[in-house]
């Protein structure tokens, strides 16, 4: 009589076990006879694994920390570039130039904003920067040709922002505890789901389920030598035995 084969996914590394489970899916979605006898825990071990995915993926590194970094280094030379091109009009021989140069350069010296200072504080100060040199200084800003570079710097800096908001919301989603306990219960959905198909094999035949536990057995195989490599401990406790 054909079975599914045990696996023992507590030595599964996430990835490993991630990927493991979306081969079981894949092979699912071709089995209709399977969804149709076995549709609660089909459709529980759906949600499981999805669950254990978004888990997954909020743990690792927020994309939005390379969208941070990258509008810092943008801001920090745009800022660059526009104090010292303002620096540069101070020299000019324009008495209209070099007096704008003056307003804007003394507003700039007020802030005394670094590029280097801590991100929020530098993103509290050069918000309110350009907020001046788009509205108070703005006719300076315009004599000297510099309102583009304002603009830019300004977009760059909200982006930043609106980043860091992404990041924060994230983190906050990303619960204690969710990817352990979102792994146990795809885990325990995958289970069920075994035994569940390996039932109906025995009550109505092997033949119409015969494809799917053949083919998950070869997949299951070659999961178990994958987990045979070297790999870095994880700490799994309080997963079922599956």
């Known amino acids: 009589m054909k079975e599914i084969k045990s696996i023992n996914q507590r030595r599964m590394q996430k990835a490993l076990h991630m990927s493991f489970l979306t081969t079981v899916m894949q092979l699912l979605e071709h089995e209709d006879v399977i969804r149709e006898q076995a549709a609660a825990e089909y459709a529980r071990l759906q949600s499981a694994v999805e669950r254990e995915r978004l888990a997954l993926v909020i743990s690792r590194k927020s994309f939005a920390s390379n969208e941070i970094a990258q509008a810092d280094e943008e801001r920090d030379r745009l800022y660059r570039s526009f104090r010292q091109a303002v620096k540069a009009f101070l020299q000019m021989p324009l008495p209209d130039k070099s007096e704008a140069a003056k307003l804007v350069w003394q507003r700039i010296k007020d802030y005394r904003l670094r590029a280097e200072d801590q991100m929020d504080k530098e993103t509290g100060l050069l918000g309110h920067l350009c907020s001046d ?19 830019a710097m300004d977009e760059a800096n909200d982006r930043l922002k609106a980043h860091k908001l992404m990041r ?75």
């Open 133 to 151: 040199l788009r509205g108070e200084f703005a006719e300076a800003v315009n004599t000297l040709g510099l309102m583009p570079a304002v603009v």
């Open 168 to 242: 924060t919301q994230e983190r906050a989603a990303a619960k204690v505890g969710e990817a352990p306990a979102s792994r146990l219960a795809a885990s325990m959905a995958y289970r069920d789901l075994v035994r569940k198909v390996n039932a109906l094999a025995i009550v109505y035949g092997e033949e119409p389920y015969a494809n799917f536990i053949d083919i998950l057995n070869i997949e299951i195989t070659r999961y178990k030598r994958a987990m045979l490599k070297p790999l870095a401990t994880t700490s799994q406790e309080g997963e079922a035995q599956e």
